[in-house]
């Protein structure tokens, strides 16, 4: 029997791919995630696959991801490249979710309501991991503004949120009547009975009352979590926000005008009498020299001879450093690139430092998860040429460990960049640097994030970014403050709330403009059961994708042919 063409497929996907889009920045449009994916979910009911069918998947997939990560391609002219490259990477995604859910569906008997949340979850799981990960537009992204539904965080992390979007969405898709797939034609017109596996009116009634029962004991948790507690002040902190494009950062000329405004928004900072002051991510503009004293002049010389060896030896950084702390009357964090050297090599580190009211340098964080194409590239020796796809320079190295600052009793630690969207990393930080006590571990008091977003010039990346990153705050039960180049600037709590923004002092605007933004941190005592256990929930979703993708590869994707019998329409 012939099989059907692939326009129902095509279709379907690309519903999917805009409503989905729409559900995230810039549209924002967060109810539309229930609802987004139930037209590619739909695409598992069928008994066979249309002709071509994943390859219209596909082109839904590159739908949803080339709009979506189109603020990649602002950066630099070089990262055009990247931006196609990682749409292309995505979108695999889409055609791999829908065989794996084929496979459970069509082999096992398992229904799409749960099969499609077990798979769309472990995938997301995957994409977090693989290829030093990818941890941005989780379904779970779109509900930040739905405070008590996101707090089951802090059991399954965001994966859980996700879960209950799909088994929505999954219970959706497996209800909806065998007429609207007959006129899509992912059917044969003959054959519409034995091409799709009946749903029973019980089974309708127990699909339904089980996902009502899920989201209900979510929304429930999320309302008892939050009811009675009260969040301490912590420290009073200021958030420095420049306002300079990656362009004018990188040109030398530039490092003095850049330097000046960061201590004129310091200075009004001062009157507001903080303890604590952030500036973002390398925004100190001279490197910082770190040479070992036992390293001898002469071994210098033989094995750096490109650098004079006063200017390996040069102290003045130091001494700007010092001078800056002392002026402020608050401990300072200020975002830094440092050059390592030792008797091998130099290493370049994107860093943090702490700066005491004294003038000591206090302590230094080296960047841990580097960006791909923006920070290194893979295999680079190997293939020298790849470095034609970074903008802006030379590769940067990898930090050894984490760190935790301490400032009049309060213990913190930075993130840099990007990693305030990574889970498995943000919660390996909060669980190293936890301090032993007769009553148990102490974490750190607050996560300090520090942010250059000028590369993307105010695009809807700057907001992701901010609510990425308030998914970590719920996670771990710990607040975040984010000073961040061109914004968005921030305090939030261990709630996900972000309970204040930077407001630009010359247009009001929380991006593109210069901002000062002061408060205390607000301190959260409650313990979280995901930095306990980790990924253990979408780590077993990943695992039911594995055995799904080697029964698939052993079948060759074919699905077992159903009995015909009686189907409710």
């Known amino acids: 029997m012939r099989r059907p063409a692939w326009g129902g497929a095509l279709a379907l996907s690309a519903v999917s791919a805009v409503l989905l889009w729409g559900a995230f920045t810039p549209l924002d449009v967060g109810p ?69 859910a084929r496979v459970a569906v069509w082999r096992f008997g398992v229904p799409l309501t749960l099969a499609a ?36 965080s802090d059991v399954l992390g965001a994966y859980g949120v996700s879960f209950l979007i799909a088994l929505v969405a999954g219970c959706a898709a497996e209800l909806l009547p065998v007429s609207v797939l007959a006129r899509l034609r992912l059917l044969p017109a003959s054959a519409s009975a034995a091409g799709i596996r009946p749903v029973s009116g019980t089974g309708r009634v127990v699909r339904v009352a089980g996902c009502l029962a899920v989201f209900a004991l979510a929304l429930g948790y999320g309302y008892a979590r939050r009811s009675g507690n009260e969040f301490k002040p912590g ?36 009157r507001d009498q903080p303890d604590l002051i952030f500036w973002p991510e390398t925004m100190f503009r001279w490197p910082l020299l770190e040479t070992p004293l036992d390293v001898s002049d002469a071994v210098l010389k033989e094995k750096h001879p490109d650098l004079p060896l006063e200017q390996l030896r040069d102290l003045g950084v130091r001494r700007k450093l010092a001078a800056l702390g002392q002026t402020t009357g608050a401990a300072l964090v200020i975002g830094l690139e440092t050059l390592a050297v030792d008797a091998e090599r130099i290493r370049r580190y994107n860093s943090a430092v702490l700066i005491r009211p004294d003038g000591t340098l206090a302590g230094r964080y080296d960047k841990l998860h580097r960006v791909v194409f923006g920070e290194y590239i893979p295999f680079v020796e190997a293939f020298p040429w790849l470095r034609n796809l970074m903008p802006f320079g030379a590769q940067i190295d990898a930090g050894q460990a984490c760190a935790v600052f301490d400032h009049n009793g309060f213990r913190f630690s930075p993130i840099i960049c990007f990693e305030d969207t990574v889970p498995q990393l943000v919660r390996t930080i909060i669980n190293t640097t936890a301090e032993p006590t007769s009553s148990g571990p102490r974490r750190v008091d607050f996560l300090v994030n520090l942010t250059n977003d000028g590369w993307f010039h105010g695009s809807s990346e700057l907001d992701q970014h901010l609510i990425t990153a308030a998914f970590r705050c719920v996670e771990c039960r710990t607040p975040m403050v984010r000073a961040v180049n061109t ?31 002061v408060d205390n941190v607000p301190l959260d005592s409650r313990r979280s059961l ?40």
């Open 32 to 100: 539309l995630a229930w609802i987004a994916l139930v037209p590619l979910f739909t695409l598992a009911r069928p008994a066979r696959p249309v002709r071509r069918m994943y390859v219209a998947v596909f082109a839904g997939g590159l739908l949803f991801w080339l709009p979506t990560l189109q603020w990649m391609r602002l950066g630099d002219p070089a990262m055009y490249a990247a931006w196609v490259a990682l749409s292309l990477y995505l979108a695999l995604y889409f055609p791999l979710f829908v065989a794996l």
């Open 117 to 152: 949340p077990v798979v769309w979850v472990g995938l997301e799981l995957l994409r977090g991991y693989l290829m030093t990960g990818f941890s941005w537009y989780y379904l779970a992204h779109t509900q930040y503004r739905w405070v008590e539904l996101i707090q089951i």
């Open 235 to 270: 420290p009073r902190v200021a958030l420095i926000q420049g306002n300079f494009t990656s362009k004018v950062k990188h040109d030398p000329q530039d490092f003095p005008k850049i330097q000046r405004r960061h201590e004129h928004l310091t200075v009004l900072a001062q």
């Open 487 to 517: 914004g968005i600037s921030a305090f939030i709590d261990g709630d996900g709330v972000i309970r204040r923004k930077a407001l630009g002092l010359k247009t009001g605007e929380p991006k593109l403009d210069e901002a000062v933004v």
């Open 530 to 569: 995901y930095l306990a256990g980790g990924d253990w929930f979408p780590g077993v979703c990943l695992v039911g994708c594995g055995f799904l993708s080697l029964t698939g590869l052993c079948g060759r994707w074919l699905p077992v042919q159903p009995k015909p019998s009686g189907i409710t329409a």
